[in-house]
């Protein structure tokens, strides 16, 4: 299975508040796993990654949470502000190609209020 | 640094017209290059990648074609488009393990 599945679709956090979103895979193959942060009309920008074999990365705000056993990963960004609004995609890379086969979720539009 | 451009970074073009999108990175030798096609408010379908000079391989049958005629440069091309062709048009590269995306170019075809 080479899907990454992604939740929620979109996601509204206060301002000070932590936001959350949680994603999952099936391939075995995969082995690292990053995140992604799109503002509108721009491309997308690598944010923070993890490989399979360590369970936490933190990064300022961000930290990224995984769980192999359960095939599960997820990011946390915490004291959000409304600066972090956007798009956020969580991704897996498949080893043993020629190139990087990277498999994207669909994405998460996250907004911080004041 | 490495640095990856894209142009143009808006286009307009009527069905059945051709098209041209060109991608150029600075900064590295002989990367790994893709295109992905983004729908508004959707995921990122790779479209293209290519290894090197010359060699492109396609992910999904489409209207569109790739080239890579130089190491640091990669090109989307269509002879005739179709309605569906338009959307944000990202080319990126990758060293091993992560990719890095350009600024885009947002297609509408009318």
Redesign the interface.
Same mark, same amino acid.
């Given at each position: 299975q080479q899907q990454v599945k992604q939740s929620p679709q979109s996601l509204i956090v206060q301002k000070g508040g932590i936001s959350i979103i949680n994603c999952a895979y099936e391939n075995t193959a995969f &082995?690292?796993f $990053?995140w992604?942060q799109q503002f509108p009309?721009? #491309? $997308?920008?690598?944010l923070i990654?993890i490989r399979p074999d360590v369970s936490e990365k933190k990064e300022g705000r961000f930290t990224i949470s995984f769980n192999k056993s359960a095939k599960q990963f997820s990011l946390h960004i915490m004291d959000s502000q409304p600066g972090d609004s956007a798009t956020y *995609?969580c991704a897996a890379?498949r080893g043993g190609t !020629?190139? &990087?086969?990277?498999i *994207? #979720? $669909? #994405?998460t !539009?996250l907004s911080v209020i004041p | 640094s490495q640095t990856i451009h894209q142009w143009p970074a808006t286009l307009v073009q009527p069905v059945g017209s051709p098209l041209s999108l060109e991608c150029t990175v600075e900064g590295t030798s002989n990367p790994n290059l893709y295109w992905y096609r983004q729908a508004a408010g959707r995921g990122l379908q790779l479209l293209f990648y290519s290894v090197g000079i010359g060699q492109i391989s396609s992910e999904v049958p489409q209207n569109l074609s790739a080239s890579r005629p130089q190491d640091r440069q990669f090109i989307l091309s269509s002879k005739k488009l179709l309605l569906s062709d338009s959307g944000f048009y990202l080319c990126a590269w990758s060293r091993p393990y992560e990719q890095y995306f350009g600024p885009g170019t947002r297609l509408t075809v009318t």
């Open positions: &082995d690292y $990053p992604y009309g721009k #491309g $997308p920008a690598l990654a *995609f890379r !020629s190139y &990087d086969k990277v *994207f #979720g $669909p #994405g !539009s | -």
